[in-house]
């Protein structure tokens, strides 16, 4: 039974042991990084089976008006069982019906994304962080 919770914090080696069980490109190796990430969170859901991290959803928000998922990441032990699913709803239910949802999906999530009701936009920009 996979219990979700946006009430419990998480160590940056957590964070990067679910980072690269998921297959997630993130800098796991820059353990202070991964910590200041989580430090600015606004929101940061997370998926226990027992006491194992098996996902997490991180997110920079108003909590007004937008919501950026910055993290969607699912142990691939776990993948394909809705915890993705699960973590993106405890957003939805955190932020309300006034909060939009928005995040930048690597091309291979880019249909897993419109399963879980996201809908594909067109007019959104980028500059580059530097490579990690």
Same mark, same amino acid.
């Given at each position: ?10 160590? $940056? ?15 796991? =190796? ?5 910590? =200041?990430?989580? !430090?600015?969170?606004? /929101? ?17 928000? !108003?909590?007004? @008006?937008?919501?950026?998922?910055? *993290?969607? $990441?699912?142990? =691939? *032990? ?11 709803? %405890? ?10 949802? /928005?995040?930048? $999906?690597?091309?291979? $999530?880019?249909? @897993?994304?419109? =399963?879980? %009701? ?15």
């Amino acid at each position: 039974m996979i219990a979700y919770t946006h009430e419990r914090s998480i160590t $940056a080696e957590q964070l990067a042991a679910v980072f690269d069980r998921s297959g997630i490109h993130r800098p796991t =190796k820059d353990l202070a990084r991964l910590q =200041k990430m989580l !430090d600015h969170a606004d /929101v940061l859901w997370t998926a226990w089976d027992g006491g194992r991290l098996v996902g997490v959803a991180r997110a920079l928000t !108003d909590f007004s @008006y937008a919501c950026y998922l910055s *993290d969607l $990441a699912v142990d =691939k *032990d776990y993948q394909r069982q809705g915890i993705g699913s699960g973590l993106v709803d %405890g957003h939805r239910r955190q932020l309300g019906p006034d909060v939009s949802l /928005v995040l930048l $999906a690597a091309q291979s $999530a880019m249909e @897993y994304y419109s =399963k879980l %009701g996201f809908d594909h936009i067109s007019n959104a920009f980028s500059i580059a962080r530097r490579p990690f």
